[in-house]
């Protein structure tokens, strides 16, 4: 039956598509709606809400039908239909709609029916619409409650309006139900008839009335609203205060009356004796208060209990500035063990210099609870000042606590990078590194030193290059210090830093990342002194590799250069044209600066000046393969097809004291194309030169 029904509301909706319905109009789908077959009724259901408003009127009737199946799906469909034409850009049929839908509510129609017009009505009705016949309802006790729930869900001007009309005739308890809409609906124009149920003589109707009023941020509403509390019995009085406090909310949200918010919560939380409305008067304070609120919140929190005494300090939480915080930490004193507990969190959680002292006095209670919470507090301060009392307590405090007062204090130098404060993180570490005196515990230290430097650390870290067990994380410091030094103004010290990681480490990727960090740097350091980087260069090509003797063939001459020849090289004349590298590690893109080319050479020419004789290397990468020459003499040739990068090849040379050519022959089989060179010691370090002025 089930599968059968499924195939049948298909194969409607296919032939619907397709223009067309089993009986071939909406009168035909009204009909199967209405009629005794199921499945066609199913059909119906789902195809009837394509047609939209059209659809409203036939199906009207059908509400009022004896079969509940029948009366149930045409109530749906058209809940379907006003939904979907209360959306934007369907006003002309949202207005449609709503017009028949208000027949369902006339006078002559059923109790039952008008509950369903009342229904369907809510998402029609669009601002500036009709709303007299549903206020009509508002006089019928039987369905009074639920057109002031569809007045409330319309929401619209003249709903309010109409719900502030029906006020002074209305008995005690439906003027509450219907305060309590005007209340959340908050127009203006409600006001006057709303101020006018302040003098009502049922105290319910003044609570809800104050309530009602009490978003508006009037201050002339304040001893209003009091005198409505004066008169309230015990049934009324929490409403009463709480329209109250709500209208404090109100006025401080507003601005200019700051001073009556305060003096209403502090009226609140002298004389009442609600918990549940102290604390609310509380965290008003909290909210909008200052330092002058700290004290009416210590005095209610020290008389009302454990309830209040929480409630304070979730007030704390809110309070901002410098003399609240100075004011919370004078008062912290005044709290119970368990209040002291929430406020040491909160102390840590501000991240404030001025929240720490009473933290670290916790430290040193020997209470083990406070201690312990002072101890985590501290370690997620983010404030340097916390510091030195962790590493203490590490080191020489109860045994129970020193590996976690350890840890805390890892964790607050860390916390302080996690914070976007690298520089503050590395002054963490390094003054974590001066308290300890263990060397693991300075081994961490150096390991957070490295992950975040800092110029201030260059006379630390060199030290700890004299102790084995650090002088590797020494080295990984002292590396990641050579940028904040040279942009500290420290060149020497810069250098000094490199060379020494450079003597220790020699490895490419170290010394390019040691490089990098200079990049943009203005300082008298570069790569060329650093790295003993070749940036100068006279540049020519491209030369075609028509045949595989071309790897041989001198196209400039080679070994013997003239920089002012021309070479003629098939429709072109080619010249040497200078190039300066800006990298650095000084590569150079053959692809931009010679030719975007396949299979060709391209020569690379510079003159360096050394002061004396010295026995050095030339460390080339090179995409693809290279050929050098150093003083006319070829000291390297490796066909090769591959991706640049550092070092790929070392060629021994011996360097003249004075001038020394250096001719470079870059092959290109494909993809990218270039080359960097270096000239250094056997052991990496920069052979130190200069280039003809």
Known sequence: MYRSAVASILFVVCLAMAGMSPAGELGGLVRDLAGPNEEARAAARQLLPRHGADAVEPLLPLLEHENMPVSRAAFNVLADIANAVAAPGREAERSQVARLLMTLIAPERSAPTKRMGLRLLAPVVAEGGDVAPITALLREPELREEARSTLYLIGTREAARALADALPAAEPAFACGLLDAIEKLQDPATVPATRTC???????????????????????LVPVLREVCAQAGPDTQFAATDALLHLADAIAQR?????????????????????????????GLGRYGDETAVPAIVEAASSGGAELEAAAVMAFESLNGAGAAKAMVAAYPAFSQDARLGLIGLFGRRHDTRFVPPLIQELESGDPVLQLAALDALAGSQVLDALPPLAQLAESGPENLRQRALEGAFQLAGSVATGGKSDAAGKAFLRLYSLASEDPVRLRALEGI???????????????????ALRGAALSALAGLVGPLARAGSDDKALAAFQTVAKADPAPERLLAMAGQLQGVRTGLDTTRLLGVVKHWHLIGPFEWAEEADWEEAFVGEPDIDLGATYAHGDAYLDWTPHQSQDAVGAVNLMATVAQRDRCFAYAYTTIIVEQPVDAQLRIGSDDGVMAWVNGTRVWDNRVDRGMAMDQDIADVHLAEGANAILLKISQGAGGWGFCMRITTADGLAVPFSHPE
Do not use: C, F, Q
């Open 198 to 220: 302040i003098a009502h003589g049922d105290p319910a109707v003044r609570a809800a009335a104050a309530r009602a009023l009490a978003w508006t941020g009037d201050v002339s």
């Open 450 to 468: 490295a992950a975040h430097p800092v110029a201030e650390a260059y006379d630390v870290v060199n030290a700890a290059l004299d102790v084995e």
């Open 255 to 283: 601005g200019g009356n700051w001073e009556w918010s305060m003096r209403v919560y502090k009226d609140v939380l002298a004389a009442s004796m609600d918990p549940k409305l102290r604390t609310m008067a509380m965290m």
